[in-house]
């Protein structure tokens, strides 16, 4: 099993461009969450989805879209990027059954300049 | 705004010796679970503890919870050098139904160096 799958690993947009973050799972898990680590804050939760067709935001949302038409995909959108949103962003996920602890991806990292 | 937060910010002892990390959190949970950062990496899921348990073990790794004084602590037990990371603690206020879904409020996280 693959686990949490993000891609790109790293990433640099102008300010004003917009991109993808992709985010695949394989362990059929019906939550999925986006978080964001800055420097001295921990992480951050940006939207989180318990399932296809659900999402709500978290903390964090503004300037950031996302959707769940699969289980398995939760793509992060950058409408319009600012240097503020550079970060390290993890995607993770876990069982809807409860008692387990969620599964990161490796990171996408991204600078706006 | 964030739930958890550690204590100590930064931890150096060498090997051999324990390790213990402190976290507090402000809110009622469902359960509180830590992790472990290498640096440049994806988070570790490490052990969970249930609001309704008191301590927990898992290899190395102790974990209490003390509901009433909101706070948990994890001790690492004859650390080595590969131990060195940054450990977070992270709690979980999922609510028991179904559409508030599961959210993990993280801490800033301790610093953990053990010198070989």
């Known amino acids: 099993n693959a686990g949490v799958t993000q891609t790109p690993k790293f990433q640099v947009l102008k300010t004003g461009q917009s991109m993808t973050l992709q985010c695949a799972q394989d362990m059929n898990h019906e939550y999925m969450s986006w978080y964001r680590q800055d420097p001295g804050m921990g992480l951050r939760l940006i939207h989180y989805s318990v399932g296809a067709g659900i999402t709500d935001q978290g903390e964090v949302p503004n300037g950031y879209n996302v959707s769940r038409s699969t289980t398995e995909d939760f793509p992060l959108r950058l409408l319009s990027a600012a240097p503020s949103q550079t970060s390290v962003y993890f995607c993770a996920s876990t069982s809807g059954t409860g008692g387990l602890g969620y599964t990161f991806g490796s990171g996408t990292r991204l600078t706006v300049v | 705004s964030q739930q958890g937060e550690e204590d100590p910010q930064a931890l150096s002892i060498q090997e051999g010796e324990n390790a213990t990390m402190n976290c507090s959190y402000k809110?009622?949970?469902?359960?509180l679970q830590w992790y472990r950062q290498n640096s440049g990496r994806g988070l570790v899921h490490l052990i969970l503890i249930r609001s309704n348990e008191r301590e927990k073990h898992s290899g190395r790794l102790r974990v209490t919870l003390d509901t009433s004084k909101k706070s948990s602590s994890l001790l690492i037990t004859a650390s080595r050098a590969a131990d060195t990371a940054s450990y977070f603690c992270a709690t979980d206020a999922r609510d028991l139904k179904e559409t508030s879904g599961s959210r993990l409020t993280f801490g800033e996280g301790t610093q953990l160096t053990v010198n070989p």
């Open positions: 809110t009622s949970i469902n359960n």
